[in-house]
């Protein structure tokens, strides 16, 4: 691992080798950007559709710009990935925070003006989600060249901190101030945000993309190539497994936390959001320690006391309906799926080869997308056919069922990718 000390050398036969750990200034540059931008888009994720209930009161327009917010994981994100597979991950984010932030910008300027119909609010959402499939998978890619093998679990444990930091708390709290101010405010600063991280982003170095030897490969072919990968290699597929069942119990959990915060614990209506903030500080909290607990008591364990911990979470808050539970609940599962979330992180990356980075990593993000609405929409027919508790039992059960038949496959699949051990 390289300290601080950290320009980048070239080795004898001419090639420029990129500095590598969690220490380096290169690294230090990356997770600027990424905390400035995230912080930008904490606040969007707020504004934007409130904006659009409160400008419209049409529930398909919110519908529809909700829908365009996610629809690009499902259309663009494979086709993204097998690019940034082929083209350079710091050109790659760069191009995608320019174009973000001039959007985005222009969309102020049109809310401001009073020109932001519905057809503008859908094609900004949709345009800005798919720069993000791009801008996603190239930074997979600088993540792993800039930290390095060694300091994989440190890097997906600062980046949890900060992703959650900046879209669960400061994004949120920075929107709901400026938008009582101004809400073409809350898309200047997300716009302005893309603009300032692009200035690191481009002070990194410029990471070389994997050349494989079929470069001349069609683009469709590419894309299945990196989808059978995922799905055939035994320790990718355990791990998407795992990640759909805690996807479709979150899912779940999330469209009825709301009316059950309300109903069954009584927690005041304008209270209902610390229930998150509960579960963004125990996400923060344990994701700053993952490091230090596997170096302690191994990657596989860890990994299951993470999804025991998180079904753990959704048990206590079915059985047990009383606010301060609820509270409690909710700072449990963020510990649960903060180490999980930093852990099957790194395993992925490093069971994935380096040239096909961005295509599994956009299939994993496809996979687990595509099928959160199944959780969503059960979690109403179980709330009317039993009760709203029922829903965080069965999401306990999902996520503990899910850890008993991963648990020995979690223990024995390797953590270097066999084409590309060192």
Known sequence: MTEHGDEARVDPAGVREVPQGVHTRAFHRLMVAWTVSLVGDGVRVVALPLFTAVSTRDPLAVSAVAVAEVLPWLL?????????????????????????????????????????????????????????????????????????????????????????????????LAA?????????????????????????????????????????????????????????????????????????????V??????????????????????????AVGTIAVASVVPALVRRFGEGPLMITALVVLA????????????????????????????????SATRRQRLTPGSMMGRVSSTYRVLTWGLMPIGAGMAGPVAVMSSLGTVFLLAAGVVGVAALLAARPLLRTGTVAPAEKV
């Open 76 to 172: 663009v994100a494979l086709p993204a990935g097998a690019l940034v597979d082929r083209w350079r991950p710091r050109t790659v984010v760069l191009v995608a925070h320019v174009g973000r932030g001039l959007l985005t910008l222009g969309f102020a300027a049109a809310l401001f003006t009073g020109h932001a119909t519905v057809p503008v609010l859908v094609a900004v959402a949709f345009v800005l989600t798919s720069a993000e499939t791009f801008a996603d998978s190239a930074s997979q890619l600088l993540l792993v060249a800039l930290a390095g093998p060694a300091d994989l679990d440190a890097a997906n444990s600062r980046f949890i901190s900060v992703e959650t930091a900046g879209v669960d708390l400061a994004g949120p």
């Open 176 to 252: 709901s101030a400026l938008f009582a101010w101004e809400p073409a405010a809350c898309f200047a600063v997300d716009g302005l945000s893309f603009l300032v991280a692009a200035l690191f982003v481009a002070s990194l170095p410029d990471v070389a993309p994997h050349r494989e030897p079929s470069g001349g490969a069609r683009l469709r072919t590419q894309i299945a190539e990196g989808a059978q990968f995922l799905l055939r290699h035994r320790g990718l597929r355990v791990l998407v497994l795992v990640v759909v069942s805690a996807a479709v119990a979150a899912s779940a």
């Open 254 to 279: 999330n469209a009825i936390t709301a009316l059950y915060a309300v109903e069954v614990l009584a927690i005041p209506a304008p209270l209902v959001p610390t229930l998150m903030v509960a579960m």
């Open 312 to 343: 753990a979470g959704f048990g206590l808050l079915g059985l047990v309906p009383h606010p301060a539970v609820g509270w409690a609940g909710y700072l449990v599962i963020g510990v649960g799926a903060g180490a999980w979330n930093v852990l």
